[in-house]
């Protein structure tokens, strides 16, 4: 490793989405020197530029009028926030010791020293997309089941293919994939949707897109693609078998916060709890932002926001311990 | 850092069976965002492993007829052939350390 275990920085941000790099960008623009581990790639959505990497349009981000493209939008937050100085490391932390000061930061396979030492240390690994647990789903990943629309809709032109949830996730990827697929079966357990109105509405009226009701998933069928999806009926409990050749699945979020078990107050839900109107955790001197603290609007521009707040929550802290 | 020879449905067969070394086809399309953070990966992972590796890529809009042949269903996919042969799948992306480990087989 060439990192210099010796030298203790500042601030060290783990987590590359909205929040991470706004706090980045703070911190940065304070001379604090960041240091900001953004995660490994991966095809989930807990990988470096977070959540957004996955995403087309997006619309509702202030300041672009005409939309932009999510992993546009995430490539412009980390060029401002390398441009103030922030040192980025495509790592991905495997442990951290909180206990006692300064903190500890562990990443990738390393044992014995730790990779990173610091002083404060804001924590916005945010959320990742939750999976049915399945065994045919992880068998069938990449071969017709996706947990990425937006990279493999393309592959599913004239098929009839489903998508599994009723959230603002599971609308947007039924309309997305509309635009490549014969027909989309958003297959809800509930009989109605828990999507905005704005996003219900666009995929009611679309009529490439059919609602199976009250269904949950049992089974993904087929030995090496997609084949078929069994049903089952939660209200009359009968089981049927649907042709779908692709399956999405976009049935809500966890935090990523297994790392902090054992370190930071977490709520019973495993988001990280923070104090009041503050991105301050249960560990003085680490701050949280983002979704992995946040259940509720969960949103890029919230998410931005509190970057910001735990940038300067750590910056007027440092202050106060005299740095 | 090296750039990624582009590949065709032109130039794919005889790029896979001709290569003296282990060729990777990097399955990519421009609307894909992972696609973008696995690309200066492989091209530091070229760059390292020169004469063992050939890395190449394909984009599957312009050439979906490749895609097809190989039943790549998500990007990216990263597919090793040796002698014309598919040696190793990686579907997904990932970070180095990690491919590494995957492309061990032809390195």
Same mark, same amino acid.
């Given at each position: 490793?060439?990192?210099?275990? /010796?030298?203790?920085?500042?601030?060290?941000?783990?987590? /590359?989405?909205?929040?991470?790099?706004?706090?980045?960008?703070?911190?940065?623009?304070?001379?604090?020197?960041?240091?900001?581990?953004?995660?490994?790639?991966?095809?989930?959505? &807990?990988?470096?530029?977070?959540?957004?990497?996955?995403?087309?349009?997006?619309?509702?981000?202030?300041?672009?009028?005409?939309?932009?493209?999510?992993?546009?939008?995430?490539?412009?937050?980390?060029?401002?926030?390398?441009?103030?100085?922030?040192?980025?490391?495509?790592?991905?932390?495997?442990?951290?010791?909180? /206990? #006692?000061?300064?903190?500890?930061?562990?990443?990738?396979?390393?044992?014995?020293?730790?990779?990173?030492?610091?002083?404060?240390?804001?924590?916005?690994?945010?959320?990742?997309?939750?999976?049915?647990?399945?065994?045919?789903?992880?068998?069938?990943?990449?071969?017709?089941?996706?947990?990425?629309?937006?990279? &493999?809709?393309?592959?599913?032109?004239?098929?009839?293919?489903?998508?599994?949830?009723?959230?603002?996730?599971?609308?947007?990827?039924?309309?997305?994939?509309?635009?490549?697929?014969?027909?989309?079966?958003?297959?809800?357990?509930?009989?109605?949707?828990?999507?905005?109105?704005?996003?219900?509405?666009?995929?009611?009226?679309?009529?490439?897109?059919?609602?199976?009701?009250?269904?949950?998933?049992? &089974?993904?069928? *087929?030995?090496?693609?997609? #084949? *078929?999806?069994?049903?089952?009926?939660?209200?009359?409990?009968?089981?049927?078998?649907?042709?779908?050749?692709?399956?999405?699945?976009?049935? !809500?979020?966890?935090?990523?916060?297994?790392?902090?078990?054992?370190?930071?107050?977490?709520?019973?839900?495993?988001?990280?709890?923070?104090? !009041?109107?503050?991105?301050?955790?249960?560990?003085?001197?680490?701050?949280?932002?983002?979704?992995?603290?946040?259940?509720?609007?969960?949103?890029?521009?919230?998410?931005?926001?509190?970057?910001?707040?735990?940038?300067? &929550?750590?910056?007027?802290?440092?202050?106060?311990?005299?740095? | 850092?090296?750039?990624?020879?582009?590949?065709?449905?032109?130039?794919?067969?005889?790029?896979?069976?001709?290569?003296?070394?282990?060729?990777?086809?990097?399955?990519?399309?421009?609307?894909?965002?992972?696609? @973008?953070?696995?690309?200066?990966?492989?091209?530091?992972?070229?760059?390292?492993?020169?004469?063992?590796?050939?890395?190449?890529?394909?984009?599957?809009?312009?050439?979906?007829?490749?895609?097809?042949?190989?039943?790549?269903?998500?990007?990216?996919?990263?597919?090793?052939?040796?002698?014309?042969?598919?040696?190793?799948?990686?579907?997904?992306? @990932?970070?180095?350390?990690?491919?590494?480990?995957?492309?061990?087989?032809?390195?």
């Amino acid at each position: 490793m060439e990192n210099q275990v /010796s030298e203790v920085h500042d601030v060290v941000i783990i987590g /590359s989405g909205p929040a991470g790099l706004t706090a980045a960008i703070y911190t940065a623009r304070a001379n604090l020197s960041p240091v900001l581990i953004e995660g490994e790639p991966s095809s989930t959505s &807990d990988q470096p530029g977070g959540q957004l990497m996955l995403t087309t349009e997006v619309e509702n981000f202030p300041g672009f009028p005409e939309g932009i493209q999510g992993p546009d939008l995430m490539t412009a937050f980390r060029e401002q926030a390398e441009r103030f100085g922030t040192t980025i490391r495509t790592e991905k932390v495997s442990r951290v010791d909180f /206990s #006692e000061r300064p903190f500890r930061i562990w990443v990738g396979g390393s044992s014995g020293e730790p990779d990173y030492v610091a002083r404060a240390v804001i924590v916005a690994t945010g959320a990742r997309a939750l999976m049915l647990g399945l065994e045919a789903e992880q068998r069938l990943l990449g071969h017709g089941v996706s947990t990425c629309a937006t990279c &493999d809709g393309f592959f599913f032109r004239d098929q009839h293919i489903c998508v599994v949830g009723g959230g603002d996730s599971a609308m947007e990827e039924a309309n997305f994939l509309s635009r490549f697929a014969s027909k989309v079966t958003v297959i809800h357990r509930r009989d109605e949707l828990r999507a905005s109105k704005i996003m219900a509405d666009r995929a009611m009226a679309n009529p490439k897109i059919e609602f199976l009701w009250n269904s949950t998933v049992l &089974d993904v069928l *087929g030995e090496s693609k997609v #084949e *078929g999806v069994r049903v089952r009926d939660t209200v009359t409990g009968e089981e049927s078998t649907h042709p779908f050749t692709g399956l999405f699945v976009a049935i !809500g979020h966890q935090p990523n916060t297994d790392l902090f078990k054992g370190q930071l107050e977490l709520h019973d839900n495993g988001y990280l709890v923070t104090t !009041g109107n503050r991105s301050t955790t249960s560990v003085e001197g680490v701050f949280a932002c983002g979704d992995v603290q946040d259940d509720w609007y969960r949103q890029a521009i919230t998410a931005a926001g509190s970057g910001c707040m735990a940038a300067i &929550d750590a910056e007027r802290w440092l202050e106060t311990q005299g740095h | 850092m090296a750039q990624l020879t582009e590949l065709t449905a032109d130039t794919f067969s005889e790029t896979v069976n001709g290569a003296q070394e282990a060729v990777v086809v990097d399955f990519w399309a421009e609307w894909c965002g992972p696609c @973008k953070k696995i690309a200066p990966i492989l091209e530091e992972i070229a760059d390292e492993h020169q004469g063992k590796l050939r890395v190449t890529k394909l984009d599957v809009e312009a050439h979906p007829s490749v895609a097809q042949q190989y039943g790549v269903m998500a990007i990216p996919t990263l597919i090793v052939f040796k002698d014309g042969q598919e040696v190793v799948r990686v579907t997904g992306s @990932k970070g180095k350390a990690q491919l590494l480990d995957d492309f061990a087989p032809v390195l």
